[in-house]
């Protein structure tokens, strides 16, 4: 086989289509970006991460991509990689800052893993919004996320890209307890590997 695709799960993509055109403020985002994470936990469709792209300014839904790893067999499936790779085609661009565009907002119910900090220069955004740390969604979950650059915020921020962090963090962090407490498999590489 020559060739991969991931997939929203049919719930995600009918409750795309219900959400409203505008979620004015980063904690309705937020708000409606747990509920994707949530609903992924609850209907077994992948991990309790989900992250939306909105329009900075005006609140425009771009749409919100929830985690695929596990139903994918995709280790790159992640929350953020979806909802950017889904805006990318549905704006029809590679570049989500390119010129004449408004700035794009990711909203994560958690701080993104090595790769997903690596990924947003490349995509273009503009923003990004944190609910939980990634040192909590580690001691909460037992997910490895990477060896996140240490000034990471200063990284992205010297790329262009605002760093919003702990919005709505108690709620976020629901999910991953929840998670913790679902017996659902923690899918880092490697798994049962000694990484120390």
């Known amino acids: 086989m020559m060739s991969f695709e991931i997939s929203l799960p049919p719930w995600a993509v009918e409750e795309n289509q219900l ?12 708000r409606a970006v747990i509920r994707f994470a949530e609903i ?6 992948g991990g309790p991460f989900a992250a939306g792209i909105f329009e900075k300014n005006s609140g425009e839904v771009v749409g919100i ?24 085609k549905k704006l029809s661009t590679f570049d989500l800052g390119g010129p004449g565009m408004p700035d794009y907002q990711i909203v994560v119910n958690g701080r993104p ?46 790329r262009g890209i605002e760093v919003i962090e702990n919005v709505l963090t108690e709620e ?14 923690v899918y880092n590489g490697r798994s049962g590997d000694d990484l120390q």
């Not at 959400?19 to 985002?29: S, T």
């Not at 991509?65 to 990318?88: D, F, K, T």
Request: aromatic share 6%; proline share 6%.
């Open 19 to 30: 959400l409203p055109k505008f979620i004015p403020d980063y904690e309705q985002r937020m």
């Open 40 to 45: 992924n936990l609850d209907k077994k469709t």
């Open 65 to 88: 991509g929830v985690n695929r790893v596990v139903p994918a067999n995709n280790s790159s499936a992640h929350a953020e990689i979806v909802a950017i790779s889904l805006a990318q």
């Open 113 to 158: 893993c090595a790769m997903c900090c690596g990924a947003l220069p490349w995509s273009g955004i503009r923003s990004l919004v944190i609910g939980a740390s990634g040192e909590r969604i580690e001691s909460l979950t037992g997910f490895d996320e990477g060896a996140v650059h240490p000034n990471w915020q200063q990284e992205l921020e010297s």
């Open 172 to 185: 976020a962090e629901v999910v991953f307890q929840r998670f913790r407490d679902s017996n659902e498999p």
